[in-house]
């Protein structure tokens, strides 16, 4: 399977906080002197400038070696939607390796780097993260600078970090998470939401999981009640409704964002083999929509958000499953609209309400493959779902005031 | 001059804060009992229900008298568009009241009531207000519920209200003031933006007013001019650049949010005698609005935030005029839409750039005309801009941080 794009030849690391861990860098985010194609090979002129997050990252003493293979225009969830071939899973050649940062995921679950960055619009961090048993932070929006990424939706993409512990990809996020004041839709850590206003300092953390079944394939259901069974180490557990949640994921495609997609690329989805014929199909929808249809689209989901907001006010952070399944590349080939959209059931609404992630990799199934799961928080609580997933994974906490409780 | 649309007998006042004070409400404010027409007349039906903030302010002891005539589907801010006839200022049978409350002011500058509620996206509230010499406070976007209001621009829709005293004003927008979890748009003021965090407790406040020529009429200039010479009275008078606030404001109309008011009664805009027609000839543009043009428009939208910010770090409220020019009925029905655009270059960008506003008597012209003058600032910043008035005006403050030193 073809992981990189472009490979670079390291270069000495600066001195900082990053010393010498290697990155990859999915192929929509700009280094210097190297085409960013997006996976488009059409896309051959050379970046002039690194983004602006790899400029700090590189300033941290992170090297580049090089540019990922990607859903093409980062639209998809499956990695098998690219020119340059699909990817799979590092744990089974017959399965996705998720998309579309498919090559970053892949590169540092195969140890060829220490870590990687993705995108992630609607699940393409996480997804990828999942099928390759990896942690994958999904920052707040606006958290880091886009600058320099080519936009997919430019008001919900978020530039993410995959790593093979949550330490690593937490070390990264710190350097990542630097105010823009370029970037039109970058935001001050500051100037985030505020929390939750009700909670108990030095109580335990209240993790809640859906109230109604989840339509998992087996072999995730299986992992899954496992991973309710465990769920009492992250602190107390409560039934919640998600509904909201889950009609929110289906807007992203249903709704106006498309629009926001054909807005950024679609001048480019023209009948050529460098094009992805399904990105192809896909992106062009968005061109008859409406700015009508659009305003329709926010009042829908204002009000979701609205619904959604009791859930937080009871929640340190939610628990859901990555995904519903884990698709095989043959079952992706036969269906690939289909079965993608069945990826983001529990990822695409994560931008969409103004809420940061993190997946992790939770119980594997009976068949070896991993199962990712996911803590969400509002924008703002990083930390919170970070110190979590630190926990489950049974790695140190920066002990922030929910978990004292916990790892207590 | 058709100031009302439905008159109301007055109800035995209930105990509260504004026990007894007398309230007009624009026609697309719902009153049980009565239509809503919006100032088309075929909105024949009587509303089931008052909307949310007048349930309030009956509670808190308003009276209603009845219902306003308005630029039809508050779209204008001329006061002229309504099949139920234009309405002129107070001062002048000649000069047009502004609008799109337009029978709202009115009724208060005669003193046919105490208030009234109007409501303002481009400058609905503060154009009427300062063509007869009234206080017009803008709130927060979000801060006052919508529910049971017809809406123009959901996303960007403020009901608002008009006095003849900061003081009255201010006691009605405390009652107003009352999150409703059911307006999927009404924010708790407790989540809006957080305030200016640089400046110094008991300083005198700082009033930003622009660095560029504001090509107003040569009787509003001179009226500016002494407006001016009178700002240290506020505080500590600094110059500003207001371009990016100038280009916001001519967003509203060339960018994508006429597709919001053809979502919300392009229905009615057919060829009948009860549409106005030039309402009509002008949401009509928002149907041919793409998806894409709307994201594209939210984009600049979030650059021109992004480059005013810089100015908010620096001020506790900017100081601009409300119009440039008082244009008469004859000058109106010449050119009614490119007089009616000339009149929002300093209102439309409020709501779009998530900023507060109070408008308020300046020095009147040369002619006896009144010349209107509001102060901004970010959301969340109402109390400052009303204390702010009421110094100007030599009413009593709230003695807020803000005030100490000017007040003192």
């Given at each position: ?18 010393h ?8 929509n985010?700009?280094?210097a ?14 970046a ?5 997050v ?7 003493g ?10 093409q225009?980062?639209?998809?969830l ?20 998720g998309g579309?940062s498919?090559?970053?995921a892949?590169?540092?679950a195969?140890?060829?780097v220490d ?16 099928f ?22 430019r ?15 937490r ?14 839709w970058?935001?001050?850590?500051s ?41 009492h180490r992250?602190?107390?557990?409560v039934k919640?409704?998600v ?14 964002w498309?629009?926001?997609r054909?807005?950024a ?10 094009v ?8 062009r ?24 907001e009791s ?19 043959a079952?992706v080939?036969?269906?690939p ?6 990826l983001?059931?529990?990822?695409n ?16 199934r ?9 803590l969400l ?32």
């Open positions: 399977m073809t992981v990189w794009i472009t490979r670079v030849d390291p270069v000495e690391p600066a001195t900082g906080p990053l010498g861990l290697t990155m990859a860098l999915k192929d985010i700009d280094l002197g190297v085409p960013t194609t997006a996976g488009d090979p059409r896309n051959d002129q050379p002039e400038h690194n983004a602006f790899v400029d700090r990252l590189v300033e941290a992170a090297v580049p070696l090089g540019k990922t293979n990607l859903d225009y980062a639209t998809g499956v990695g098998t939607r690219s020119p340059y071939g699909a990817c799979h899973s590092v744990f089974s050649e017959l399965h996705v390796s579309s498919s090559g970053s892949v590169a540092v195969t140890g060829a870590f990687a960055l993705g995108t992630d619009t609607a699940g393409s961090g996480r997804v990828p993260a999942a390759n048993a990896l942690v994958g932070i999904k920052p707040s929006r606006g958290l880091v600078s886009a600058q320099g990424v080519m936009p997919a939706c008001s919900l993409d978020c530039v993410t970090v995959m790593a093979r512990t949550v330490g690593t990809a070390k990264v996020l710190d350097v990542m998470a630097t105010f823009d004041p370029d970037d039109a970058s935001r001050r850590a100037d985030l939401p505020r929390g939750r206003s009700t909670r108990t300092p030095g109580a335990a953390a209240v993790i809640g999981v859906p109230d109604l079944p989840l339509e998992l394939d087996p072999l995730h259901e299986q992992a899954w009640q496992e991973t309710l069974d465990q769920a992250l602190g107390e557990v919640v409704d509904r909201p949640l889950l009609e929110a994921a289906e807007l992203l495609y249903s709704g106006p498309l629009a926001e054909w807005l690329f679609g001048d480019k989805m023209v009948d050529d083999p460098a992805d014929p399904t990105v192809r199909t896909i992106v929808n968005g061109a008859g929509l409406t700015a009508a249809e659009a305003f329709a689209g926010f009042d829908r989901l204002a009000t979701l958000a609205r619904a959604s859930l937080w006010a009871q929640l340190d952070a939610l628990l859901l499953p990555v995904t519903s399944t884990h698709p095989t590349l079952a080939a036969a269906d609209i289909g079965v993608n959209s069945q983001g059931r529990f990822t609404m994560v931008n969409l309400l103004d809420l940061c992630a993190v997946a992790f990799p939770g119980p594997a009976a068949d070896g493959l991993p199962f990712g799961i996911q928080a509002p924008a703002g609580h990083d930390n919170v779902v970070i110190d979590l997933a630190a926990v489950w994974c049974g790695e140190p906490t920066r002990s922030s005031e929910v978990l004292l409780a916990v790892a207590g």
